[in-house]
Nanobody, 120 residues
Framework: QEQLVESGGGLVQPGGSLRLSCVGP?????????WAWFRQVPGKGREFVAG??????TRYADSVKERFAVSRENGHTMYLHINSLEPEDTAVYYC??????????????WGQGTQVTVCS
């Protein structure tokens, strides 16, 4: 079973930073796929945030590209470094694998999500 597990969310004040992690199974076919982060707020669909290909190509949503940084290591771990957090960043952040980061199309593999709340 291909399972993705996110961690690192929490309650942060505006201007703060977080690092989200996503871990997949070792020696899995997922390591050959693009991985991405999506986020969702209540009442809205999941929004593409950032993605990374197996060879390190990255793409970001326009609203976050000055503050977010996606990275990947070991073929089964992905990070999202978030700086200068804003209240508008409050959402559940999901890890995704197997999609197309250039078209923001998600793949079929999702994690359970991790909540990020930004408030003072």
């Amino acid at each position: 079973q291909e399972q993705l597990v996110e961690s690192g969310g929490g309650l942060v004040q505006p201007g703060g930073s977080l690092r989200l992690s996503c871990v997949g199974p070792k020696e899995s076919m997922l390591s050959a796929y693009p991985w991405a982060w999506f986020r969702q707020v209540p009442g809205k669909g999941r929004e593409f945030v950032a993605g990374i290909t197996p060879d390190g190509g990255t793409r970001y949503a326009d609203s976050v590209k000055e503050r977010f940084a996606v990275s990947r290591e070991n073929g089964h771990t992905m990070y999202l470094h978030i700086n200068s957090l804003e209240p508008e960043d409050t959402a559940v952040y999901y890890c995704n694998a197997g999609g197309n980061i250039w078209s923001s199309r998600p793949g079929p593999y999702w994690g359970q999500g991790t909540q990020v709340t930004v408030c003072s």
